[in-house]
């Protein structure tokens, strides 16, 4: 490896550490000697600095474009069970498919309602005895996303999973699936992890339809390479297309990917054509 600058690289070193920076040069390493690490000729430290910048940078694009996703689940999570049941109606155990983890994570909502500083949840403790728990549109705001996923996930009606689906435009036995998907994404860029060529051991079912979503998908990987951050970045572009037609998202995330070599993209799952697919164009 080519190190232009010993003190730019202690400076690196001292203050990302070398295990963190390392995971953004593997993909230069020789693989032709078994337990050395040897890298090719051409790779320079630089470029891994460059490329742990582009990573933070696409921490921040992502989570903008999973921050509409989580609102958008809030609201419709919200609107769909206060329709069906009213106010509460999310307290009846027969919507959920375990009654079991229904009541887990419904300790979690009384634990936190008793916790909390926001204050339209101190205004309902004050002002209200029973129900003693508030009302859906209150929960929905209050709960992590990863514990929103767990709530839409364990609602047993077909129906009721469907309504709070539609305003993403997916079919909600795949939304379900990407939804927690989703989470992993939002929970990596939250806490600064390495995004850029993340592969996902629990990879989210893909749609075929609609087409255009269909087409831009990489379908052509099986098992855990389904799982690319490329295929996360697709899914990102449609769903963000629905809930805010007018967000620039997509041009800002195609200009940041406009910066890297195709090695780089190749390395997040990018196939050949991924300009030519329809949600790029």
Not at 6 to 27: E, F, K, M, N, Q
Not at 90 to 119: I, M, N, P, Q, W
Request: charged letters at 25%.
């Amino acid at each position: 490896m080519t190190v232009a600058d010993d003190a730019r690289a202690t400076h690196w070193l001292t203050h990302v550490s070398y295990y963190r920076l390392s995971g953004y040069w593997h993909i230069w390493k020789d693989r032709s000697v078994a337990d050395v690490t040897r890298f090719r000729a051409g790779t320079d430290f630089d470029r891994a600095c460059s490329l742990y910048e582009f990573d933070r940078e696409l921490r921040a694009v992502v989570g903008r474009a999973v921050e509409h996703v989580e609102v958008a689940l809030r609201g419709s999570w919200a609107y769909a069970l206060a329709h069906r049941g009213g106010p509460h109606g999310y307290l009846d155990a027969a919507l959920y498919s375990d009654r079991g983890t229904f009541h887990g994570l419904l300790g979690k909502v009384a634990t936190d309602t008793g916790r909390s500083a926001e204050t339209y949840i101190r205004r309902y403790r004050d002002q209200y005895d029973a129900p003693a728990l508030p009302a859906v549109w209150m929960v929905a705001e209050m709960m992590s996303f990863g514990r929103l996923s767990r709530w839409y996930s364990l609602v047993a009606a077909p129906d009721l999973r469907t309504a709070i689906a539609a305003p993403l435009g997916l079919r909600e036995e795949l939304f379900v699936s990407i939804v927690k998907h989703l989470v992993d994404v939002r929970n990596i860029c939250a806490h600064h992890g390495r995004l850029w060529n993340r592969g996902f051991r629990s990879p989210p079912r893909l749609p075929h339809r609609p087409r255009d979503l269909g087409a831009s998908l990489d379908t052509a990987r099986v098992g855990h390479a389904a799982g690319t951050l490329y295929n996360s970045l697709v899914l990102l572009i449609y769903l963000v297309r629905q809930i805010a037609p007018s967000s620039p998202w997509r041009d800002d995330l195609v200009a940041a990917l406009g910066t890297r070599l195709p090695d780089e993209r190749a390395a997040m799952g990018f196939p050949t054509d991924w300009q030519a697919r329809p949600l790029w164009l």
